[in-house]
Each structure stands twice: as C-alpha cells, then as structure tokens.
C-alpha cells in the first residue's frame, strides 16, 4: 500500500506559479510510474505529466514548456512545478502511483489539491 498526500495548491492569477508536492508513505525509488492527473468540473480526468524510471517524462501538449514534473526520492515526493498558469488549468490535481509486480499492476491516488487561476 501506498499513500499518498498532495498539498500546494491554492488560488493564483494568471501568469503565475504554483508548486504541487505529492508525499508518500514509502519509499518512490521501486515506484515504477508517478504522474500528475487534474479534473476541471463537467470534464474528465486526464494526464498532466508523468514520470517513469525516475528519469523519463511525458507531459500533455497543453502544458509542455510551462509545467515540469520531478522526484525527491530522499524525502519520498513528487512535485509539479506549474509556471504562466492560465484560467484553462483551474482544476482538481491528483497525484497517482502506478506499481507493476509479477502478480499484476496497482494504481494509487491522492486525495487531490484544488488549483484555480483566477483572469
């Protein structure tokens, strides 16, 4: 089991930053995918940025070059570096691990931070 607690989240104007921090209860080095997921109302949860291998990134076209995922493996969290918000990222952002065993694969989430870009 792991659990995992956001925190960063708040109101912010347009054109500014915030730093989400995602910690968790066990060590993230055997943690095979860490990624960050938002849910604006009305809308499905999608993919913000992930990281996979402690290294490898993958982000969604609408935030490359102005988000940037990374670990702390010695303080067990994940951040999301989040710069030139816009109203368009106001969202619900969770944070997710993703572990993978010979007996099959698990998924754990956060408990979600609210971010809201205000015009």
């Known amino acids: 089991q792991v659990q995992l607690v956001e925190s960063g989240g708040g109101l912010v104007q347009a054109g500014g930053s915030l730093r989400l921090s995602c910690a968790a209860s066990?060590?993230?080095?055997?943690?095979?995918?860490l990624g960050w997921y938002r849910q604006a109302p009305g809308k499905q949860r999608e993919l913000v940025a992930a990281?996979?291998?402690?290294?490898?990134?993958n982000y969604a076209d609408s935030v490359k070059g102005r988000f940037t995922i990374s670990t702390d493996n010695g303080k067990n969290t994940v951040y999301l570096q989040m710069n030139s918000l816009e109203p368009e990222d106001t969202a619900v952002y969770y944070c997710?691990?993703?572990?993978?065993?010979?007996?099959?694969?698990?998924?754990?989430w956060g408990q979600g931070t609210q971010v809201t870009v205000s015009s």
């Open positions: 990281i996979t291998g402690g290294s490898r990134t």
């Open positions: 066990r060590s993230i080095f055997s943690i095979d995918t």
């Open positions: 997710n691990a993703a572990i993978s065993t010979p007996l099959g694969a698990y998924a754990y």
